[in-house]
């Protein structure tokens, strides 16, 4: 709570000595005041947070404060005439796009006035042409845009006046009217009556011009999806898919469950976890990083088909492809093994697919990427091998060896800090991960199921039943990168044990080399080992009691919507992503 | 098919195997010596009491548990031993248990079919042999349960394998049978193994059933339970609540209504789903760590991102995301998602909890009430196949519990006037007044209600306001018109000064949701902020935040937007007759274990 205050003192006080009042608002009993913030531009930037703005890129500060004051008045201007600037509600007939429908073939210059012809919506004016006796506006809702057309002489009393005088781009605005398609061929409604529902009070950034700054497109989303209209589709598409990934999993009687977000240790994958108190328990608990091992509790329990789409929390860096919180579905079935895994995955991301665009080639950045079943399906030995030249299955146990092959039959390619993972391999599979990820991975365009990991690197997988030292284990990438992770479920729970705190003391080791690394370092860079990694003892007590064969997925849906929307950052997917502290 | 419960050793092959003829022998000297130990025990067992148990184990729920785990670890440590694989990879179920009494409970009496193959799968959660060359089953699944009539002569193992095999099968055990369906002279569908394996092993003593059911003929449960009507847990195999929350896949396991809870919990979840998406609504998703805790009024947990060196709090609530997103364009949105409270763990509270949120642009409050109503009231009705009404053990499980009629419309209490009328007061009507403040003190104190420091205004309401007319909502009732200086985002409303447009529902005596007409002037915005400010300065440190995000995108305009919440776990506690919030989370916040 600290530094909530802390945060407040910042946003707060800075502004305190610059309001004035503003006496007011004709409905209520007892005159109010307002505050209203008068700032300059160096108020306006202090005390902000993450997700405030910096000044627009369009308008500069002072042509922003000044458009807000004169728009203040107006609002003060409309009270004064009995009228709300902020109104309660609109009844809306039909939506832009419905109008565009029905009135498809209506032709140029027609009107089409009858009774049932009335319409009423609501939208935000995105344009306005205002000429002696007429306007024109356009007004643009959830579904698209509509011309509203305002002629003097129809709209009642005294409204085109007010139209003229209070109406700016950026309001919300309802309207009544006939329709009628303009000689120039526009559908627009002839609006009879209208009303101001809401009031804006900052200038809408160009259409053209106005978000060009990344920065604050993601910091401010909402003018982000006023300004391009294709950023709210994505959103819509996000929707999409999801409720189709849903729906598959739904038709196929799987039961969605919900697993708790914050957990007394986070497992089920390597990564730093956020840490938090809880006050009253009195305990430091994590926010989950996977959420599998909760799932297979529930295989255990006697579900035999689960799923959970939610939040996954990762204590690392930003990135276009990282945002440290991520939404995954994980899905458990029981009796299967992971090739029964690899067909749904292909369901699924085909079904999202057609969802999305209605067939299977899909665009991403250039690439035409093709989803036609089935995908490719090869070992990770025999990908390495085809692309590195490297045959991991000649290669032997011997870690030094292996170690030296690689680099002598590789050296060349390497960049230094290739070179250094390669030299750090804890064991040949990490070696044999370590030249998949480097050599591999970025080649792995179209859809490919890499199948059948070494075993140190998969602590949850079950042994391969023919190969020694590999797990039943398969990563899909399209892309060159990692859309889903899944495997034959490692059911054995002394395995499981000995697996787990094999992983344990390798992350001991990595942290203390780490630790001194650092001591000698001075002011650590790298604490990425730092954290700490706690067995799961409820998890392993819970496959003691058995848990049937099984085999369990995890699919990025950031990613997924990445792909289908042709999104180059994760950033554009997640409507309100993580950025750095502004200054 | 796939079924490799012989699998091929893991190591090189030459080598393994003559270790594995080694192990063999030994193995075999092992079991001979053994055999003639039991053939012994058998005549001393006989001679005190010769009726039974004639070649069963000694009874397993005599051991000790220690002892009991030990006997297993130890028996899958040979079973390694002899190259032989414990969890096999896979079994290819032919039907689930509910598919195949669909299939086969029109069988008649006595009647199998012998050339027909199936393969079922489960967990075995009874077990009682009738001499060495028969076993009977019952295998769980799904919810549903079908026995198994292990009988030596239709197994494809020879007499001796066939005993030796199946007093190594436990309570608890996850199986996989081929085999033929039938049904017993009795009527009790079964079906008969021709091979019969063990998937994975249940290492722990099950806690035992109280009666065992060996005289039931039928194959799914008697009385299943359908939501909105009364459960008991005081029956259930498992009863210690602590045990039955930590173990949560034991509670599962022996306890069937339990999953029937979470089923209905999934249930609810897509029901609002599907209702939403009807409407048109969009399905979005905010973020769950902010730099503003915001939306509510509670404790946040903060947290550290390490390499942005930026201090997080877990959101509260998801509203002022939402309206953003309303602001951008996005009419019709909702979020079903988890909320964090760092505050005490109680029968209603958990630390962590689902809500849903949606907003809706050009609705009001009265719109909405309307919508939770037909909502709530068809949701009651589509779970309950067909009724408005449920049944909730309100004064626990000991008393007759009451009936909650969710059939519309929902009663309305106007909060102001329906606590003057029922309280006999005559509260100022400038609520933000001293004036009303020390009338409010004087009330609470001459009906003996506490109120813990500091005594806001809006405090003060609260504590009246659950005293004289929360207590009265059993059947859903909205509690609507609260004052402004409780509702920081509830707009002003239209005709009655100093109150807002929004209403709480109630059922039970609990609120369920909370709704209103949204603030969307940014400078009345700002001003209420400013007031929560003051009361947090006073010592009222659940006073809301201002998000300056939030009040510059109500600056580019809000429409008029009606939103509301509501709490999925308490709407599921009342389908389900559950009493603690922990009935209804699969794995509910603990206390750490001494």
Redesign the interface.
Known sequence: MGEALKLLNLTWHPLKNNFYHFSTCAFRRTPRTLLIRASSSSTTASGRNRRSSSPSSSTSTSDREAIRAIRLKKVEELRSKGLNPYAYEWNKTHSANQLQDIYRDLGNGEESNNENDHVSIAGRIVARRAFGKLAFLTLRDDSGTIQLYCEKERLIDDQFEQLKAHVDIGDILGARGTIKRTEKGELSVCVISFAILTKSLLPLPDKYHGLTDIDKRYRQRYVDMIANTEVADVFRKRAKVVSEIRRTMDSLGFVEVETPVLQGAAGGAEARPFVTYHNSLGRDLYLRIATELHLKRMLVGGFEKVYEIGRIFRNEGISTRHNPEFTTIEMYEAYSDYQSMMNLAEEIVTQCALAVHGKLTVDYQGVEICLERPWRRETMHNLVKEISGINFNELGNDLEVAKQATLSTLGNDLEYKDKASIEACQSVGHLLNEVFEIFVEPKLIQPTFVLDYPIEISPLAKPHRRSTGLTERFELFICGRELGNAFSELTDPIDQRGRLEDQIRQHEKKRAAVSTNADKKEGTEDEDESYEVTLDEDFLTALEYGMPPASGMGLGIDRLVMLLTNSPSIRDVIAFPVLKVQQ | M?Q?PS??P??GAGETISKNALKRELKNKQREEEKKKKEEAKKAAALEKAKENKSAPPNDEDIDPTQY?KNR?NY?ENEKKEGKN????????TL?IQEYIKKYESLKDGQHQEDVSVSL?G?IMHKRASGVKLVFYDL????FKVQVMADASKSDLDEAEFSKFHSNVKR???V?ITGFPGKSKKGELSIFPKTFVV??????M?PRQISAPAAENTNVKKDAWVPGSTRNPEAYILKDQETRY????????LNPEV?EI??T??RI??YI?KFL?NLDF????????????GGATA??????????N?????RIAPEL?LK??V??????VYEI??Q?R????DLTHN??F?TCEFYM????YN?VMEITEKMLSGMVHELTKGSYKIQYHADGTDKDPIEIDFTPPFRRIDMIEGLEEIAGLNIP??LASDEANQYLRDACKKYEITCPPPETTARLLDKLVGHFLEETCVNPTFIINQPEIMSPLA??H??R??LT?RFELFVNKHEVCNAY?EL?????Q??RF?EQ?KDRQSGD?EAM?????FC??L??????T?GWGLGIDRLTMLLTDSQNIKEV???P?M??QA
């Open positions: 796939e490799p699998d091929p893991a190591t785990l670890l899958l414990p969890y096999p990879h896979k079994f290819l179920v689930s799968a967990r769980h699944g799904g919810g608890g055990d996850i996989g998937l994975s092993h249940c290492l722990h099950l930590r173990l949560r896949h034991l509670d599962l396991m999953r979470f089923k919990r999934s979840i897509s789903r998406d969009l399905e979005v998703e905010t973020p769950m760590m902010n730099m503003i805790a404790k946040p947990f903060t947290t550290h991102h390490n390499e942005l930026m201090g997080l709090f877990m995301y953003e997103l602001v951008g364009g996005l009419d019709r998602g988890k964090f760092n505050e005490g763990i630390p962590e689902t642009a050009y609705m009001d719109d009507k400038d707009k002003w239209r005709s000064p100093g447009e007409t969307n002037d940014p400078v009345v700002r001003q400013a400010l440190d935040l201002i998000d300056e995000t510059t995108a600056e580019y305009g809000l429409p008029p009606g989370l699969l794995f916040a206390k750490p």
